[in-house]
């Protein structure tokens, strides 16, 4: 079959998926539910950043953190996405198949519904592209042809511009959080005119996307490490020295917070020493104060990326000690 004959059939696969229309959805989303098509949109974006290597698709962070960024730029903020529900049910569409973890084969094929991803990942080890589709997908061409079918098929026309954008965000996004990473690692300072080089939203969910990845959404404090179903995650990137003052997004001055810890930090009710411990202020046991866990948190070490080259800067630390810890 030539290229341009399986690219022919699969956007008519993509333009025919199932999806839901009994949901209350409205015209924008053209009456149906938009889970399968911006998962699709999400794996399209994976392709172009480079991030899928291999013809198995993994339920990662990175991927519900994607498929997050496109359902709440269309979306109501009361209305959750749940990625386990397009991951699952894109299998009737034939191009899609999920792969059972061993001994659950059985049961995954009887299985006709999962809620959460908990339940799903308890079944499968990922999915798997037919192998034409997975070739089809290495081409730039290939995917913008079918990202444009998606966006066509299944939204309205006023969200084909917030859909396209959306992509090329999270593109703009990628390759600076890549850029921070890369130039962490070789321990070279970033020039004005490689941050003036992205906008200023991309900066800033660039830095964050490279802090939480490399902390592995866990909180460099406490250790809390969660993910909901619709892709969002408990921590922050933090700057150590503020942005205001350094505008400074190196790694080295970045740290994955949990939003308790975050604000606790930025106050100044909790420090880091020159050997990474977590330093209490003061201030945290006056009278009035009811700080609970954090109590224990004093003399633990941080808990810090797996790369020892991507931990804090002595000199970030040492600066927010002098400027921002509460004595």
């Given at each position: ?163 396209l954008a959306q992509s ?8 600076y959080s890549q850029h ?18 992205y906008q200023p939203m ?126």
């Open positions: 079959m030539s290229v341009d004959s399986t690219l022919a059939k699969y956007l008519q696969s993509f333009a025919h998926l199932r999806t839901d229309h009994t949901g209350g959805w409205t015209d924008a989303t053209k009456g149906h539910a938009p889970h399968k098509p911006l998962l699709l949109l999400v794996i399209l974006d994976l392709f172009d950043q480079g991030r899928i290597t291999s013809n198995l698709i993994e339920i990662s962070a990175e991927l519900g953190e994607l498929f997050a960024a496109y359902w709440y730029s269309i979306m109501p903020k009361e209305r959750k996405g749940n990625l386990a529900l397009p991951f699952f049910h894109l299998r009737s569409s034939k191009f899609w198949h999920l792969i059972p973890r061993p001994n659950q084969e059985t049961l995954l094929e009887i299985t006709r519904q999962v809620d959460t991803l908990t339940q799903l990942q308890r079944l499968i080890l990922g999915a798997e592209l037919d192998d034409d589709l997975y070739i089809l997908l290495q081409s730039q061409s290939n995917r913008n042809s079918l990202r444009t079918s998606l966006i066509q098929t299944y939204f309205s026309a006023e969200l084909h511009g917030v859909l090329e965000m999270s593109r703009q996004t990628f390759v921070l990473i890369e130039q962490a690692r070789k321990h070279m300072a970033e020039s004005p005119n490689e941050t003036d080089a991309c900066r800033d969910q660039g830095f964050r996307r490279a802090i939480v990845r490399i902390y592995d959404h866990r909180c460099a404090f406490c250790g809390v490490r969660m993910l909901t179903s619709d892709g969002r995650t408990v921590v922050d990137a933090a700057h150590i020295i503020p942005c205001s003052f350094s505008h400074n997004d190196d790694p080295h001055n970045g740290i994955a917070l949990c939003r308790l810890c975050h604000w606790t930090f930025d106050e100044g009710l909790l420090g880091i020493s020159p050997k990474y411990a977590m330093m209490l202020s003061p201030e945290m046991r006056i009278s009035l104060n009811v700080p609970g866990h954090l109590l224990t948190l004093e003399n633990r070490t941080i808990i810090g990326p797996i790369e020892s080259d991507l931990w804090p800067s002595g000199e970030a630390t040492d600066w927010h000690l002098q400027n921002i810890f509460r004595k």
